[in-house]
């Protein structure tokens, strides 16, 4: 039963990960970047300077119904930086070959702005109730800027299978796996302990999932980055090659190599735009139900956020964990996934510490993930069934890790999330498009210094800038 379901998911991703829906991802990315006249790269200091250069801001603590912007972008990281930096990025050599991070680079690069207008967008149209509590993302502008709210409903949809499949399951059963490897624990046992601390942390609300991700993340981040590097020291001969393979076989076939069975050109643009895209989240319209709850001057100044958080995901830490790979010549063994990268490691450190590292980090990593990913699972929610039914399904998000935590293939299994990226990816996807004149205004109103649209006085006024439900124009001022 469990091969035809996993071979009925290969296929339907197949379709939904097709020329057309990389083309259109292609597109949407391109044509903002080109509307901004290339911001992430004139305006990238600019962005360092106002995200991470004030990393320390403490505004949101005045509130404690939102979060600071850092631990805003620390949550949306949590859901980020997780398995698609470490498993995800092996999956991807494994199937798309070296390739596969070139076009990981693209889609980073041009995703940068397309975060920056997902999350600005959000916090414009954001909703806050009679008690201050937000509400906010995808569905919210796409109601209440364009007036489609089958595409709004669509979009939660999308979000729910995400974050039941990508998140709930595939979080869960990367550590179970790893676990599973490392020290034949039952990665049933595993994914049941996940649930439990999961569900205690999630289930306190936005701020403490928020204080969560901010003491969690940057230490593991940084804690992987600084074990990574070891490895990439100890091989700093064979760099050059892996970056050297890795813009080799972007355009030209990757050939069989011992395990390795080869990739094509196809192959390696597919994997590297799905999985690029499920680790750094732009354009998938996750980040900004996060965002959205920051206590922020300014919509453009938390879309800031959302671009930087491109660049630390896949630039830096997706990178590293290619990098390990490839100078490992680990690749050609045949494994995939999370084995993989356990090998990695195995080539300098000690089987025992290699296990201990890597279990470790993947741990932590996926299980912020998994706890950042219920405000999305909340979010989607609520907006399609309300408050009093999600009191009760809520306890659903927790159960599909445990459930599937015994299957072995974990390719096929990740087809899941090709399917569940596509599915929230594109409605929102089709809103940017649409909605690109808003972000434009709302940049140009933050960058020349007129803010008229700050955060706090739309939240007051909820005087919007609106797109004419007679005739779909985008206001333009």
Same mark, same amino acid.
């Given at each position: ?336 996934? =999370?084995?993989?990268?356990?090998? $990695? ?8 510490? #290699?296990? %201990?590292? /890597? &279990? *470790? !980090? ?36 927790? =159960?599909?890790?445990?459930?599937? $935590? ?8 990740? #087809?899941? %999330?090709? /399917? &569940? *990226? !596509? ?55």
């Amino acid at each position: 039963m469990y091969e035809s379901f996993l071979s009925l998911i290969s296929t339907i991703s197949d379709l939904m990960w097709g020329p057309w829906t990389m083309i259109f991802i292609a597109f949407v990315s391109v044509y903002l970047t080109v509307r901004t006249r290339f911001f992430q790269v004139s305006g990238f200091f600019c962005i360092m300077r106002c995200t991470f250069g004030q990393v320390f801001d403490r505004s949101g603590d005045k509130d404690r119904k939102r979060m600071s912007p850092f631990q805003a972008t620390t949550t949306s990281l949590a859901g980020t930086v997780g398995m698609g930096n470490m498993a995800g990025v092996a999956t991807a050599l494994s199937i798309g070959g070296p390739g596969a991070i070139f076009w990981m680079w693209v889609l980073a690069f041009f995703g940068m702005i397309t975060k920056a207008a997902e999350v600005t967008i959000a916090i414009h149209y954001r909703e806050v109730d009679a008690d201050g509590r937000i509400h906010g993302g995808p569905m919210y502008y796409i109601s209440k800027a364009l007036g489609w709210r089958s595409l709004a409903t669509l979009f939660s949809i999308g979000v729910a299978i995400n974050c039941f499949f990508s998140s709930s399951l595939l979080q869960a059963h990367t550590v179970g796996r790893a676990f599973h490897a490392s020290y034949g624990i039952s990665p049933y046992l595993v994914t049941g302990l996940m649930a439990v601390v999961t569900a205690t942390v999630a289930i306190g609300g936005v701020r403490r999932i928020g204080r969560f991700s901010e003491a969690m993340v940057p230490l593991m981040t940084l804690l992987y980055i600084g074990g990574s590097l070891i490895i990439l020291v100890a091989n700093v001969g064979t760099i050059p090659q892996a970056v050297a393979d890795i813009f080799r076989y972007a355009l030209s076939p990757a050939p069989a190599l011992g395990g390795f069975a080869g990739a094509a050109v196809m192959k390696a643009i597919q994997m590297g735009m799905a999985r690029g895209m499920l680790s750094n989240e732009a354009g998938l319209g996750t980040a900004p139900m996060v965002h959205a709850n920051a206590e922020t001057e300014h919509p453009f100044r938390q879309g800031m956020w959302g671009a930087a958080e491109v660049f630390v995901d896949t630039i830096v830490i997706c990178t590293v964990t290619a990098l390990v790979i490839l100078s490992s010549g680990v690749l050609a063994n045949g494994s995939s996934g =999370i084995e993989m990268l356990l090998q $990695a490691f195995a080539t300098h450190f000690s089987p025992a510490a #290699a296990n %201990a590292f /890597i &279990s *470790v !980090a993947i741990l932590t990593f996926c299980l912020s993930t998994q706890i950042g990913f219920f405000i999305y699972f909340e979010t989607a929610i609520v907006s399609l069934m309300g408050e009093n039914v999600f009191r009760y399904v809520k306890w659903l998000y927790f =159960i599909p890790g445990v459930v599937f $935590a015994g299957i072995s293939n974990v390719d096929k299994l990740w #087809a899941l %999330a090709n /399917i &569940s *990226v !596509a599915a929230s990816a594109l409605p929102n996807l089709v809103a940017l498009l649409l909605l690109s004149g808003v972000f434009i205004t709302l940049m140009k109103d933050y960058m020349t210094g007129e803010k008229k649209y700050a955060a706090a006085v739309i939240d007051k006024s909820r005087q919007y800038i609106r797109v004419a439900k007679e005739n779909m124009e985008i206001v333009s001022r």
